[in-house]
């Protein structure tokens, strides 16, 4: 069982990983690039006024100048670096399907692309609806209550997912609204000022592509990893009977 998880979620993730990179080198990496040039001409601006400002500052001081963070270049190198996450992630959510379809085995490969839906759903889908994909220069509240509340918002649609689609009381599923609603009437956390340097056209598109890429890869991977995985458990139980057969 845990080789068939393992094999299922390497397979299947490296797949949907070349997919999703290169949807995103398509659609998602061009508006980063412009959105970049926005945060490069304010960057330049701040440098050039704190320049000025440092001319015409009285006596002298000695900086301390730290070096600068590597970053890939445009081309290939930021190419394979969205690969090498892509990677990571794509067979994270792999593991996650394989292992529940132990759970609930998919009798078909479309079984899988639901499951991918319902990891779609929990996500990207419900954490966006509160905080959306944001170009670069888009300012954003603190980080920790932003990964606290997508935590919350994942967990909370996954359970309520859980309980409608697995609940046999009618119950169960008013308690599963209200669970997934939660976290929307709650409000995900926002900075105090609303301020992005790319256009709003820019920042809309922006958010329509990565909604449509990640749908695109949660139902590749889903549909692939259900495949694969009733595949492999055909072959066990062939291989099981054969060797029953064989005493």
């Given amino acids: 069982?845990?080789?068939?998880?393992?094999?299922?979620?390497?397979?299947?993730?490296a797949v949907a990983a070349l997919l999703l990179t290169l949807l995103q080198s398509l659609w998602i990496s061009p508006l980063i690039l412009q959105a970049e040039v926005f945060e490069k001409a304010a960057a330049a601006q701040e440098q050039t006024q704190a320049h000025h400002a440092h001319e015409h500052a009285e006596g002298t001081h000695e900086h301390a100048h730290d070096a600068q963070a590597w970053s890939p270049e445009d081309g290939w190198q930021r190419t394979m670096s969205t690969f090498g996450a892509d990677l990571v992630v794509a067979i994270g959510f792999a593991l996650l399907l394989s292992g529940l379809y132990n759970l609930r085995a998919p009798a078909k490969a479309w079984h899988g692309v639901l499951?991918?839906?319902?990891?779609?759903?929990?996500?990207?889908?419900?954490?966006?609806?509160?905080?959306?994909?944001e170009l670069p220069g888009t300012m954003a509240a603190e980080l920790s209550l932003r990964q606290d509340w997508w935590g919350a918002t994942a967990l909370a649609t996954a359970v309520g997912l859980a309980l409608i689609v697995f609940g046999?009381?009618?119950?169960?599923?008013?308690?599963?609204?209200?669970?997934?609603?939660?976290?929307?009437?709650?409000?995900?956390?926002?900075?105090?000022?609303?301020?992005?340097?790319?256009?709003?056209?820019?920042?809309?598109?922006?958010?329509?592509?990565?909604?449509?890429?990640?749908?695109?890869?949660?139902?590749?991977?889903?549909?692939?990893?259900?495949?694969?995985?009733?595949?492999?458990?055909?072959?066990?139980?062939?291989?099981?009977?054969?060797?029953?057969?064989?005493?």
């Avoid at 008013?174 to 256009?199: D, K, R, W």
């Fill in 1 to 13: 069982m845990f080789k068939r998880i393992l094999t299922t979620a390497c397979y299947t993730g």
């Fill in 115 to 133: 499951w991918g839906l319902a990891g779609y759903a929990t996500f990207c889908l419900a954490p966006a609806a509160g905080l959306p994909p």
């Fill in 168 to 247: 046999r009381h009618w119950l169960w599923r008013i308690v599963a609204v209200l669970l997934m609603a939660a976290p929307h009437i709650s409000g995900a956390p926002q900075p105090a000022e609303q301020h992005a340097l790319a256009p709003d056209e820019l920042q809309a598109q922006f958010q329509i592509f990565s909604l449509l890429v990640n749908a695109v890869f949660w139902m590749a991977l889903g549909g692939m990893s259900a495949w694969w995985y009733v595949r492999q458990k055909d072959i066990s139980s062939v291989a099981s009977s054969q060797a029953i057969s064989l005493r």
